[in-house]
């Protein structure tokens, strides 16, 4: 069994992990003096060494991306930290934020130095007021401490902390809508090229990062990209936290070298609840098209979840058991997305409506085979052809769904309903079995 | 207009955090709601007065965002996470019954302007569901007793504990004033992380993983 390798989380079991002091006790903030003692572009190069890549869903190499930052153009650079984290299953970084706030903040000293800025900034979902709250505690003690603002150390690297606390819209954690909502707009998503890298937050060169990339620095700079890229698979380098929720016996979060696979990682959740069978599952979130039980030996990295038809995305695993009926979580799925759509482009706005529309007929058992076509004919129409990402997320549960769980779609219409009883699903059916 | 020196205090350093005026918006929106308790038009006025905008772009703002509110909420503003995992998990039967328990519907405020109840989207917490959210605080594994519980709680003043969150729960204006990026000084109280959160930690300890 692949072993379970704890960095980000390895202290989170100490009462005050939180704090300053719970934070240096374990070496916490040792890496950025020694990235301060060296070259920018040195610091860059050990991160691409590292084969780092983005843990907010797209796994761009982070490295990479830092070395698009243009230099030498005497322009205010920016470090963008992404801690939107409103993907639906997705619940690693707010946990890494109330435990552990100080390792995201020398993150943020490292990569902005290495990009050269001067003004890095969190922005952080709003609906989490006491993760807000260890940020606002956080930022002021690393101030205090001298870590942030002028003259950092007496190195001469200045660096102003702000965190951006959001209001309420998914969109908002697309790195562009991002950087529309931080200027103080409307969040939607900007044309792209230009890049953030070329033409970021107030048109300047910027950097967004997830929270987990910019939290996985410190380590690779203290202990060497070496030894991080050691850990994983051939191109899914190093470790990641896996977020396992829904119908396992214990969910929760699992850091492991990527490249683990499902059934391992429910092994170590104690199995499907009651004794159950695993139905559906997402790798990485909602907008990650589902996966069934014939998926669960495929190593969880980039490349191999690609290989099956999904993503990796989030590694936000949500676990269905066979209690748990299709069309019921794709429809909610669909009404998300509704919900979230920016509104800026038309296959999505209406799309979205659409699609809602058709899915509660068919769950209520109203419709034919015929009008699974037109589903699948609505979904091509949205996706590839709208403005964002968003939309491919959008269509994903419906036409993954209809891949492995046709059967489940026709029962409806033969039940002239859904065939499920939605108690069997909760929580507390397990909690009354016993499990 | 009608603020206070030490909103306008606020409002100013609020502007201050930022390189360009105009990014304050958002945080002056969650200011203005921990004065009058939502967006009032008055608080528009005063904002786009602040950051010299017209009043129409700061309404533009403030009606994109679902947590930016257009008539009161309660001083506890309930949130049921209904996105497919929780609903499937319980999320579903814990709206419905609260929703009946308190005699309201969706985003609707209890008579005695306590309690308003409001089903939201996945807040970061699946491997807690379901999940009921005070404030933006967690309530971890609730169930429809739970939850009826802790709103009755609620409106008796009792004010029950966060699973994961400060030791009470801050009032809907209070709260709005720590998203406007004020620290309440609320930060050491409360676990640092919960159970599931520690759950792959625990069983790398026990597997004999050195850290
Ligand atoms: C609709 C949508 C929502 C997204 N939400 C998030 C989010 O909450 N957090 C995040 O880090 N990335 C999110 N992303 C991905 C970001 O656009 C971006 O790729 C990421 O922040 C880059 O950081 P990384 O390279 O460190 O992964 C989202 C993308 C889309 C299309
Ligand atoms: S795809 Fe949807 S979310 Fe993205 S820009 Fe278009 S309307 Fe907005
Ligand atoms: S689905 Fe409810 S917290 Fe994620």
Same mark, same amino acid.
């Given at each position: 069994m692949s072993k379970l390798t704890p960095v980000l989380s390895a202290h989170w079991d ?77 619940c690693k970084?707010?946990p890494l934020?109330?435990a ?54 007496? %190195? ?56 987990e ?26 470790f990641t936290l896996y977020s396992l929720s829904?119908?396992v016996k214990n969910p929760g979060q699992f850091e492991a070298p990527?490249?683990i696979?499902l059934?391992e990682l429910i092994d170590l959740a104690g199995?499907? @609840? ?7 599952? %997402? ?17 969880l ?12 995305? %989030?590694k936000a695993l ?66 590839? @052809? ?50 | ?126 491997d ?34 966060? %699973? ?29 992380a919960g159970p599931a959160t520690l759950l792959g930690l625990k069983i790398a300890k026990e597997m004999g993983a050195?850290l």
């Open positions: 100490d009462k005050d992990s939180f704090t300053i002091a719970g934070y240096s006790r374990h070496g916490g903030y040792s890496s950025f003096k020694k990235a301060l003692a060296m070259e920018p572009d040195a610091v860059i190069q050990i991160v691409k060494d590292s084969g780092l890549r983005g843990r907010g869903g797209a796994g761009f190499p982070t490295g990479t991306k830092w070395g698009f930052i243009p230099q030498g153009d005497n322009r205010e650079h920016y470090f963008v930290v992404n801690a939107d984290e409103s993907e639906p299953g997705t970084d707010t934020l109330m552990n706030p100080h390792v995201l903040i020398e993150g943020i000293i490292i990569g902005s130095y290495a990009v050269r800025a001067n003004h890095a900034f969190i922005y952080i979902r709003g609906e989490v007021s006491h993760v807000v709250r260890r940020l606002l505690q956080a930022i002021e003690d690393a101030y205090k401490a001298g870590f942030l603002g002028k003259n950092i150390l007496g %190195t001469g690297f200045n660096l102003e902390l702000t965190l951006h606390i959001g209001a309420g819209a998914y969109i908002c954690g697309e790195e562009t809508a991002l950087l529309d909502s931080l200027e103080g707009f409307r969040g939607q998503p900007r044309l792209r090229p230009p890049f953030p890298a070329i033409a970021g937050l107030y048109a300047r060169p910027t950097v967004v990062n997830n929270v990339s910019v939290a996985s620095v410190p380590a690779i700079i203290e202990k060497g990209a070496e030894w991080f890229s050691s850990m994983g698979s051939e191109k899914s380098k190093g829904g119908h990527l490249g696979t059934r199995g499907i @609840r009651n004794g159950n069978k695993l139905k559906f599952w %997402t790798p990485g979130g909602s907008s990650t098209p589902i996966l069934t039980s014939e998926h669960l030996d495929i190593p990295d980039y490349e191999s979840v690609d290989a099956a038809g999904s993503m990796l995305g %989030t949500q676990i269905f058991d066979e209690t748990t009926c299709i069309l019921r979580a794709v429809l909610r799925w669909t009404e998300f997305y509704k919900h979230e759509s920016c509104g800026k482009c038309t296959p999505c706005r209406e799309g979205t409506w659409w699609l809602v529309q058709m899915l509660g007929n068919l769950e209520n058992g109203v419709g034919t085979e015929e009008d699974l076509a037109k589903l699948l004919d609505i979904c091509e129409n949205i996706g590839g @052809r709208s403005f964002c990402a968003l939309a491919d997320g959008a269509i994903a549960p419906i036409i993954s769904s209809l891949k492995y769980f046709r059967d489940d779609y026709l029962a409806h219409f033969k039940n002239g309903g859904c065939p499920i009883d939605p108690v069997a699903s909760t929580l507390f059916v397990s909690a009354k079995v016993g499990a | 207009m009608s603020y206070d020196e030490k909103t306008n205090g606020q409002m100013d350093a609020i502007i201050a955090r930022y390189p360009r005026s105009r990014s304050a918006i958002m945080p002056m929106l969650h200011l203005i709601q921990s004065r009058d308790g939502f967006v009032t038009p008055t608080g528009i006025e005063f904002i786009s007065e602040k950051l010299g905008l017209t009043t129409a772009e700061v309404y533009a703002v403030a009606t994109f965002y679902s947590q930016y509110k257009r008539k009161p909420v309660g001083e506890y503003h309930v949130g049921v996470c209904t996105n497919t995992l929780c609903a499937v998990m319980g999320g579903d039967a814990i709206f419905a019954g609260l929703k009946d328990h308190l005699g309201v519907g969706n985003d609707e405020v209890t008579n005695d302007g306590k309690i308003s109840v409001e089903h939201i989207e996945c807040n970061a917490a699946c807690y569901a379901p999940v009921v959210m005070v404030n933006w605080e967690f309530f971890d594994n609730q169930t429809v007793e739970s939850a009826k519980t802790l709103v009755d709680d609620l409106r008796s003043g009792k004010n029950p504990a966060p %699973t994961r969150g400060a030791n009470k729960v801050s009032t809907f204006k209070e709260t709005s004033e720590l998203l406007a990026g004020f620290n309440d000084g609320h930060a050491e109280e409360g676990v640092q050195q």
